[in-house]
């Protein structure tokens, strides 16, 4: 299981850092996935981390601007938010595949999110 950490209130422009502690048998998992969840949206794809090689790949909403990245030694993956924006503002979910890939229908582990909001 995952547990995603770290959200809150924040004004746009400011910056947040999320946490997603996961358990080894699930960090042994080829990528780690964050998602969002606004409300009545569907979950989309922020952004992912392979294990192998620590290579970051973006949403194109949020490319430049929010950055992952792991500690191994943790079983703890990373998601730095710099420049938010009013729409950034959801739930934040960190999931695991066996696969690279960006489709929700591919990650599992699903755990609790963290709220941002991000005030005008």
């Known amino acids: 299981q995952l547990q995603a950490s770290g959200g809150g209130l924040v004004q746009a422009g400011g910056s947040l850092k999320l946490s997603c502690a996961a358990s080894?048998?699930?960090?042994?998992?080829?990528?780690m996935g964050w998602f969002r969840q606004a409300p009545g949206k569907e979950r989309e794809f922020v952004g992912g981390i392979t294990w192998s090689g620590g290579v970051g790949y973006y949403a194109d909403s949020v490319r430049g601007r929010f950055t992952i990245s792991r500690e191994n030694a943790k079983n703890t993956v990373y998601l730095q938010m710099n420049s938010l924006k009013p729409e950034d503002t959801a739930v934040y979910y960190c999931?695991?595949?066996?696969?690279?890939?960006?489709?929700?229908?591919?990650?599992?582990?699903w755990g609790q999110g963290t709220l941002v909001t991000v005030s005008s």
């Open positions: 080894v048998r699930t960090f042994s998992s080829h990528t």
């Open positions: 999931a695991a595949s066996s696969r690279l890939s960006r489709a929700v229908s591919e990650f599992g582990h």
